[in-house]
């Protein structure tokens, strides 16, 4: 996976890459495709629990970055 394919395949997976520094873009744009696929399983999981997730989130402060 390129470096143009990484970004788009993380920006269709709903992480806002357009807004990110130029600097942090570049970090994700170096990722290997192992690594990629690993953030983007995890997204997954995490997108797939949010229902549950919300429901316990009401007394929490800070959170997730993704």
Not at 1 to 26: C, K, S, W
Not at 32 to 55: C, G, Q
């Amino acid at each position: 996976m390129d470096a143009d394919d990484t970004l788009a395949a993380l920006e269709r997976a709903g992480f806002p890459v357009a807004d990110l520094p130029a600097e942090q873009r570049a970090v994700l744009a170096a990722l290997t495709s192992a690594e990629t696929e690993a953030l983007l399983e995890i997204k997954a999981r995490l997108d797939d629990a949010e229902p549950e997730v919300r429901a316990h989130e009401a007394g929490l402060v800070g959170g997730l970055f993704f």
